[in-house]
């Protein structure tokens, strides 16, 4: 089955580098690259590509204002391009939709493609502009957000060129470093560009506790709370792991014995 494909990035680098794998997996006509989010509507409207990589970010009309503008039956299957893994993931996980994150992984843009073709077989019935258009309402309010969007009892994370979704309960701890967190669930560990202060809103203080400037834990895990002779104390979880309590902190106490 020969599928149809535009290309739309506002790099002549990132076209020719989809273009490039597109041709080697054979199966995959290309018939459009497209430098900005106008040239790509009206590529779309008048070649009615039946798969679309999009770049998220583009000066002018962005990849979002691109599928806004385009009616329900025009819109193709849409794998998204981004340098940026927060966009969207709520939207692209309950749509089925999928995504690339820059640069892109070779292994990672040959599943995306064998998705894409799976779905583009089981929604030629139409279905499928529908549900790209559903998305694009969730998205595009997630364009502008500074910080990732989770989902409602899950963390979204960047592993080996995937997200992985990890939930909250699973979560231990978790901890600053520099520009990033580290996310702490047993033997595994995650790295995210993300800051503490954001994650303590979005897991809510009733459940992590902020036992340090640096450090966030979950109170489920906590077994034990032993004084320092600094002034400072030692919270002990399940597995044995030993963090520190800073005094400033000192409510985290009063909240784990329920006297706040």
Known sequence: MSLRAIVVDDEALGRRGIVSRLEKSG?????AECRN???????VRRLKPELL?????????DGFGVLRALAPEECPYVIFVTAHDRHALRAFDVHALDYLVKPIDDD??????RRAVEAIRRDRDGDLGRKVRAAVGE?????????????????AVRDRGKIQFVRHNDIDWIGA???????????????????????????????????HRSTLVNADRVVEIRALDSGD???ILKDGTELRMSRSHREAVERL???S
């Open 108 to 113: 990672r843009f040959g599943e995306a493609l």
């Open 177 to 211: 470093e520099g520009d990033y967190i580290r996310l702490h669930a047993g033997a595994k560990s995650w790295l995210s560009r993300d800051t503490l202060s954001s994650v303590e809103k979005t897991l809510g203080r009733r459940r992590f506790l902020r036992i």
């Open 139 to 155: 998205i595009g309010a997630a364009a502008g957000a500074t910080a990732p969007r989770p989902l409602p009892d899950r963390y």
């Open 233 to 235: 104390a030692a919270v």
């Open 27 to 31: 199966g995959v006509d290309v018939v």
């Open 53 to 61: 990589f999009l770049d998220v970010q583009m000066p002018g009309i």
């Open 257 to 259: 014995t329920g006297r």
């Open 37 to 43: 989010g106008r040239e790509a509507i009206d590529a």
